[in-house]
């Protein structure tokens, strides 16, 4: 009688009657080692884990095998977790500092055979990890995100047809890469910051995607490295009238005396978002590039402008040409200035930036390492006393 008493009372066990798709949905939102101990639970769910369609090898799962097991089981762990998993595979992030070649190939073959769509592979290694040739037959990726690898795509390479977003970030490309990006005709986001690439990208071979809404790339990249001006930039971006974001890195380029100032009647109503990185603040024809490039966006709302950090050998700064202030022409919302020195030239672009911008809600400055505290509280102050257009802009020093 208690005994039948106790099982009216008992808590009903909803999320094991629930459709097995909602349930993996669930488990996928947990760390994978924690999805993995639900198998534990009962019968019932002792193999629910084997249906994810999502695998996180992240920095968090390999300190927990670390913690629990030790650094020499990662492969034989990895491998009987493959044997058992029955879906195709959606997405993966794989850390593959802390695994040997052997197990790299074995991975990245078991996803590309799942038909893996969303894939990043990262790797602090020195040297560098080479990929497999296996990834280059991934044919059903759609989003693929790169780091601290070394991508040599082989002579039967064919290219990614449904690929949509690529990422390199520092990584050593091998092989012509405007002919890679020709076989990946419906790329939308395109990253190729801080790679590292012995040739030269065209802008017409990046000029060819129409679809484009992110671009991020380095301007030393372009096959007119030490004879560009401003002009080159936008006649390219005229051909990706989609593009939302735009990232330029400036390491290493050089433009002409004069050029940066031209004008381009070509206007850009979907470009949002700008980030310009390692600048040179003493430069002043790239500072005046860097204005007029963001002067010409005038539908502009976010801006992000990174330095090159404290050098001691930085020459003399030239100050930019000074145009006549614009007020209430600019859309910015939000500006954030990495590696600020609090040299004349950057008070002037923050100066312009709070005097033209009625419409900006913040701008968040990060100082550079070179600045003593003291150094920063009256820079602070300083620039707590411009003008601006905008009542609710607020300046915040982090």
């Known amino acids: 009688?208690?005994?039948?008493?106790?099982?009216?009372?008992?808590?009903?066990?909803?999320?094991?009657?629930?459709?097995?798709?909602?349930?993996?949905?669930?488990l996928q939102r947990l760390p994978l080692q924690d999805a993995v101990r639900t198998g534990i639970l009962s019968r019932n769910w002792r193999f629910k884990w084997t249906m994810l369609t999502q695998l996180i090898f992240d920095t968090n799962f390999f300190a927990h095998l670390i913690e629990r097991r030790g650094e020499n089981t990662f492969g034989m762990i990895i491998s009987r977790l493959l044997l058992h998993l029955n879906s195709t595979m959606t997405k993966?992030?794989?850390?593959?500092t802390l695994l040997d070649v052997v197990d790299i190939h074995h991975l990245i073959l078991f996803l590309s055979e799942k038909g893996i769509k969303d894939l990043?592979?990262?790797?602090?290694?020195?040297?560098?990890?080479?990929?497999?040739?296996?990834?280059?037959?991934?044919l059903e990726l759609k989003h693929l995100n790169i780091s601290g690898c070394c991508f040599n795509p082989p002579p039967s390479f064919r290219?990614?047809?449904?690929?949509l977003s690529l990422e390199l970030c520092n990584v050593q490309f091998g092989g012509d890469l405007g002919e890679f990006l020709a076989q990946c005709p419906l790329l939308e986001s395109l990253d190729l910051g801080y790679l590292s690439y012995s040739g030269n990208l065209k802008p017409a071979e990046i000029a060819k995607f129409e679809n484009l809404k992110i671009l991020s790339l380095s301007?030393?990249?372009?096959?007119?490295?030490?004879?560009?001006?401003?002009?080159?930039?936008?006649?390219?971006?005229?051909?990706?009238?989609?593009?939302?974001?735009?990232?330029?890195?400036?390491?290493?380029?050089?433009?002409?005396?004069?050029?940066?100032?031209?004008?381009?009647?070509?206007?850009f109503p979907s470009l949002k978002a700008i980030k310009l990185t390692r600048i040179r603040f003493s430069n002043g024809v790239v500072l005046s590039f860097a204005l007029e490039t963001i002067r010409h966006f005038s539908n502009l709302q976010t801006l992000e402008i990174t330095g090159i950090m404290h050098l001691v050998d930085d020459p003399v700064p030239v100050l930019i040409p000074i145009p006549e202030v614009?007020?209430?022409?600019m859309e910015l919302r939000s500006v954030v200035?990495?590696?600020?020195?609090?040299?004349?030239?950057?008070?002037?672009?923050?100066?312009?930036?709070?005097?033209?911008?009625?419409?900006?809600?913040?701008i968040v400055i990060h100082?550079?390492?070179?600045?003593?505290?003291?150094?920063?509280?009256?820079?602070a102050k300083k620039l707590l006393k411009l003008h601006r257009a905008s009542p609710i802009a607020e300046i915040h020093f982090d």
Request: hydrophobic share 40%.
């Open 1 to 26: 009688m208690m005994a039948l008493e106790a099982s009216e009372f008992a808590p009903e066990d909803i999320i094991s009657t629930m459709p097995d798709s909602v349930v993996t949905n669930i």
């Open 92 to 96: 993966s992030v794989l850390v593959l």
């Open 120 to 138: 990043t592979l990262t790797s602090w290694c020195k040297p560098q990890v080479k990929l497999p040739t296996h990834l280059f037959s991934s």
């Open 159 to 163: 290219g990614f047809p449904n690929l």
């Open 219 to 267: 301007l030393c990249h372009l096959e007119t490295t030490t004879t560009t001006s401003s002009c080159d930039i936008f006649e390219l971006l005229r051909y990706l009238p989609k593009l939302q974001e735009l990232g330029l890195d400036f390491h290493d380029y050089t433009l002409i005396e004069g050029g940066a100032r031209k004008k381009f009647p070509t206007a």
């Open 326 to 329: 614009e007020y209430n022409t």
């Open 337 to 362: 200035f990495n590696d600020f020195k609090g040299s004349e030239n950057e008070v002037y672009l923050l100066k312009y930036f709070l005097a033209c911008s009625p419409s900006l809600k913040k």
């Open 367 to 379: 100082p550079d390492w070179s600045l003593a505290l003291g150094e920063q509280f009256m820079l």
